[in-house]
């Protein structure tokens, strides 16, 4: 009988009996498991049950056991191998490491035993989350420090960035092209923005113009940002105009919306660790009734967070939930108004809009305001109430009324980032003449959605699904399709198919079409020149057989320098 020190690579060591047998160390077995936190039951004096997690697969030692297979190795027990002594077993190392897949190196003249690389065991698991946890909530003491904050450039002057198209139809080049210029500069405080634009081809002489002036004001809350000239304007169904808009929301929204509590249910003892894009964020036990929880920041749009459970045993649980800010929402206790006025680009001359909003909580949000339009046939004006919220994290729910408009409801239930169900149902005011926020001679129109990701891990590969239904004066549309995306290299392929039923007085017509569309984006390991080319393409055929439609593109963008970059595509469609 000899005292060795047992040493865990460089994380632990400890002084334990063992036994030398020809230069074989024997090792007690309760001991070694017990520091390596493996989980262990004993049966009686002369038998051990090892449970090995994550898999939970058992291993059975026992005293007279010639052959053991375990689910890391198999090993052959000599007659001097396995031992009993005063209540306690004694395995040779090399046997012991073929079970448990390690390897130990013993020194007689120093008296130590070492497990070479421990990284496998629960016992370094253990250490590395216990270190994680600590450097978590020294960050914590410490805090992290404001958000980064860049000064608004308040100068007259600024610079100037422009942006440029051109585009040639290959059918007539010349006679057919179009054009777009934008420049841009920071000026007077502010942002100011010209764009033009031919309508239609180039030779036509048709020119559209815009110009605005952006202004901003993080600081003030009665007033963020005004923009005076081309622009969006507020209201029931934003459109574009030219004349005035002024808010006090935010120009550019924090990223931290708030906070949300992620949590569950297990068995007490356990401990659950909230990792947000690998990064260990939040760390809980599970309390005596089984409960453990987090309050985690969130932003808006999708919040996944994965959880990993370590139960008292070394059992591993692996899933995770999601809380999902939709676009709507504001924070609680807040209000913001938006109001416009100008003139209308399209079916009015003119208009003005006033919006309200207040966040009843983090979760619920109303809103509700006017719109009123000028047009050759008389004036209209459609007051407005809209409700938006998630009563819990996986459901979202929106509602929407405008007087001599709509009446709109939709559903979006999302309890992993994985799969997503949602629906909406909107009724139109056929009553009223050349309408203005909703299609004319419409009177109600259904939507259903569906993605599911099969395989989590796999990102580029999902189903997805859609159907509407449109009921109008003349007859119902209906349109359904279902589609794949899988992911190869840099290539995504996007098999579909799609159905198409129009009914009307006079009967019906229903048509099925295939296709096939696939996109290739730029790969760098193709060199310098052939690694900037990117191309998207798509057929398909209707149910007889034939070409219904195709197209193809392909684009090359270069940088000229740093203040210069060129791209050009060509592509040809045919329908």
Same mark, same amino acid.
């Given at each position: 009988e000899v005292l060795v020190q047992l040493r865990f690579g460089r994380v632990l060591a400890r002084t334990i009996p063992s036994y030398l047998h020809d230069d074989s160390a024997l090792l007690p077995v309760n001991e070694f498991l017990r520091l390596a936190v493996i989980p262990f039951n004993t049966e009686g004096d002369s038998a051990i049950v090892i449970v090995l997690y994550p898999s939970g697969r058992q291993l059975r030692i026992a005293v007279g056991d010639t052959l053991i297979t375990g689910p890391r190795g198999t090993a052959v027990i000599g007659p001097d191998d396995l031992i009993e002594r005063q209540g306690m077993l004694y395995l040779a190392t090399e046997p012991l490491g073929q079970l448990l897949d390690l390897r130990f190196l013993v020194d007689w003249s120093e008296l130590y035993v070492l497990v070479e690389d421990p990284r496998s065991l629960p016992l370094v698991l253990r250490l590395e989350r216990d270190a994680t946890r600590r450097a978590l909530l020294r960050t914590r003491a410490f805090g992290g420090?404001? *958000?980064? @904050?860049?000064?608004?450039?308040? /100068?007259?002057?600024?610079?100037?960035?422009?942006?440029? &198209?051109? %585009?040639?139809?290959?059918? *007539?080049?010349?006679?057919g092209s179009s054009y777009a210029l934008a420049l841009g500069s920071g000026a007077f405080g502010g942002s100011l923005e010209f764009g033009v634009r031919s309508l239609g081809a180039a030779s036509s002489g048709k020119v559209h113009v815009d110009? +605005?002036?952006? #202004?901003?004001?993080?600081?003030?809350?009665?007033l963020r940002q005004l923009r005076v000239g081309s622009g969006t304007s507020f209201g029931v169904r934003p459109r574009a105009i030219r004349g005035v808009s002024l808010s006090n929301s935010p120009n550019v929204r924090?990223? =931290? !919306? #708030?906070?949300?509590?992620?949590?569950?249910?297990?068995?007490?003892?356990?401990?659950?660790?909230?990792?947000?894009?690998?990064?260990?964020?939040?760390?809980d036990s599970v309390d005596a009734t089984g409960r453990f929880s987090f309050d985690l920041p969130v932003v808006r749009g999708e919040n996944p967070v994965d959880l990993i459970a370590y139960g008292p045993s070394g059992e591993v649980?692996?899933?995770?939930? =999601?809380?999902?800010?939709?676009?709507q929402?504001?924070?609680?206790? %807040?209000?913001?108004?938006?109001?416009s006025a100008g003139q209308c680009q399209g079916v009015c001359d003119a208009m003005v809009s006033g919006d309200l909003r207040y966040g009843l909580s983090q979760r619920? =949000?109303?809103?509700?305001?006017?719109?009123?339009?000028?047009?050759?046939?008389?004036?209209?004006?459609?007051?407005?109430?809209?409700?938006?919220? /998630?009563?819990?994290?996986?459901?979202?729910?929106?509602?929407?009324?405008?007087?001599?408009? !709509?009446?709109? &409801?939709?559903?979006?239930?999302?309890? +992993?980032?994985?799969?997503?169900l949602s629906g909406e149902h909107t009724i139109y005011d056929d009553g009223v003449v050349d309408p203005v926020i909703t299609p004319a001679n419409s009177f109600s129109r259904t939507t259903l959605l569906g993605f599911y990701r099969?395989?989590?891990?796999?990102?580029?590969?999902? !189903?997805?699904?859609?159907?509407?239904?449109?009921?109008?004066?003349?007859g119902t549309t209906s349109r359904v399709r279902l589609? &794949?995306? &899988?992911?190869?290299?840099?290539? +995504? @392929?996007?098999?579909?198919?799609?159905?198409?039923?129009?009914? %009307?007085? %006079?009967?019906?017509?229903?048509? =099925? !079409?295939?296709?096939?569309?696939?996109? @290739?984006?730029?790969?760098?390991?193709?060199?310098?020149?052939?690694?900037?080319?990117?191309?998207?393409?798509?057929?398909e055929w209707n149910s007889s057989g034939s070409l219904h439609a195709a197209a193809f593109n392909v684009g090359y963008a270069v940088m000229l320098g740093t203040r210069i970059n060129a791209g050009a595509q060509i592509g040809r469609a045919h329908v």
């Open positions: 420090g404001p *958000d980064l @904050m860049l000064p608004a450039d308040r /100068s007259r002057w600024s610079g100037i960035v422009a942006d440029y &198209a051109w %585009t040639l139809p290959g059918d *007539d080049p010349l006679a110009a +605005s002036w952006f #202004g901003f004001w993080p600081a003030n809350s009665y924090q990223s =931290t !919306f #708030g906070f949300n509590q992620y949590g569950g249910r297990l068995s007490p003892g356990w401990e659950v660790e909230a990792y947000r894009s690998g990064q260990l964020v939040a760390f649980r692996r899933f995770d939930q =999601t809380y999902r800010v939709i676009p929402l504001i924070p609680g206790g %807040t209000a913001e108004y938006g109001f619920w =949000t109303i809103g509700g305001g006017v719109d009123r339009f000028w047009r050759g046939g008389g004036s209209l004006t459609h007051p407005y109430l809209a409700i938006a919220g /998630s009563p819990i994290n996986a459901v979202s729910v929106e509602a929407e009324a405008a007087y001599q408009g !709509f009446v709109r &409801a939709g559903l979006r239930y999302e309890p +992993s980032i994985h799969l997503r099969p395989v989590p891990r796999v990102q580029g590969f999902y !189903f997805d699904a859609r159907a509407d239904h449109l009921r109008r004066l003349d589609g &794949a995306a &899988a992911q190869a290299w840099n290539v +995504s @392929m996007l098999p579909f198919v799609r159905l198409e039923r129009q009914a %009307t007085a %006079t009967g019906s017509v229903q048509e =099925t !079409f295939l296709g096939f569309a696939a996109s @290739m984006l730029p790969r760098r390991q193709l060199g310098r020149i052939l690694g900037q080319i990117n191309a998207r393409g798509s057929l």
